[in-house]
């Protein structure tokens, strides 16, 4: 396999943004997956979650989910690393989720999170991976929470057609189709992204626990989450609500059907028996 990319020379971990006080984090989810298996020959900073160098002085951290956050990056640079990879991208996103954030090296306030500035004690390749875990767990809830919006919003029809006995029928194609796109959002965010897990990176690195309780809560990733489990929950029982409804009023048509045909074969049999 021929990588479609290029990679800048990976400056060792004492020299990472070793010269800057603040530097500028982009997270992106670009797509449905993204193929890392062509960076394992590039010497990458760190794994686990992947981070290559990029750029002059940048870095990047990749997940298979399809996110990428970028550090240090100028808008040039930034540019030409998507550009670079978007050839590794499973079903990309025409408009991808972004979410901005400055990184502040500040040893006396590590931890603190205010907007959209995230305090570190310094630079250190865990610190960033950690920063990156839950900027891309933050887009990624950004696109679904849009996406089980337009559901919800295609879905209420139905709700209230059942409330006015009203409802419309062979919708039963469409019907389904929320419910799989619910079931498959709900896939994604607890099966591959594990959005409420803590990363494994704290196993290793227990002292940024709390620079990562923090980031969680000032991204409310937790309570995001449930949001969106409640409506996607509340989706899959009205989509199945109306097509049981709708299963249940082809089945009276049919039984109505047959009672017709026994009236009429009636009617035809009386007919036969007192005109002949």
């Known amino acids: ?27 992106y989810f670009l797509g449905q997956q993204i193929d890392l298996q062509p ?14 160098s990029s750029g002059e002085k940048g870095c990047a951290v990749l997940f298979d989910y399809g996110a990428a956050v970028l550090f240090g990056l ?11 990879i978007q050839g590794l991208i499973v079903d990309p996103f025409s408009s991808p989720e972004t979410e901005d954030a400055v990184i502040r090296r500040a ?27 839950v900027l891309a767990k933050s887009v990624v809830l950004a696109e679904y929470e849009s996406g089980a919006a337009q559901v919800f919003d295609q ?19 469409d019907l389904l189709k929320q419910i ?30 709390r620079l ?32 049981e409804l709708q299963h249940q009023n082809t089945g009276l048509r049919l039984e109505w059907y047959v009672v017709i045909l026994i009236v009429i074969e009636v009617l035809l049999s009386l007919y036969e028996l007192f005109v002949a």
């Open 212 to 243: 990562y309780a923090r980031l969680e809560d000032e991204y409310e990733i937790r309570e995001r989450h449930q949001a969106l489990e409640r409506k996607l929950d509340l989706v899959s029982r009205t989509a199945e609500t109306a097509l």
């Open 39 to 52: 960076f394992s020959c590039a010497d990458p900073l760190a794994v686990e979650p992947l981070v290559v």
């Open 74 to 84: 100028s808008a040039i640079e930034e540019a030409k690393f998507l550009s670079d």
């Open 155 to 173: 879905v209420e029809p139905f709700a209230i057609s059942l409330q006015s006995r009203k409802f419309r029928r062979g919708r039963a194609a």
């Open 107 to 133: 040893p006396g306030q590590a931890g603190r999170v205010e907007s959209d500035r995230i305090d570190v004690a310094k630079f250190d390749l865990p610190s960033l991976q950690l920063v990156a875990e």
């Open 180 to 209: 799989g796109n619910s079931l498959m959002i709900q896939h994604k965010i607890v099966g591959r992204v594990e959005i409420v897990d803590k990363p494994e990176l704290l196993w290793e690195y227990p002292e940024l626990d």
């Open 1 to 27: 396999m021929n990588p479609v990319f290029s990679l800048a020379p990976s400056p060792s971990m004492s020299t990472l943004f070793a010269d800057q006080d603040s530097i500028k984090v982009r997270a």
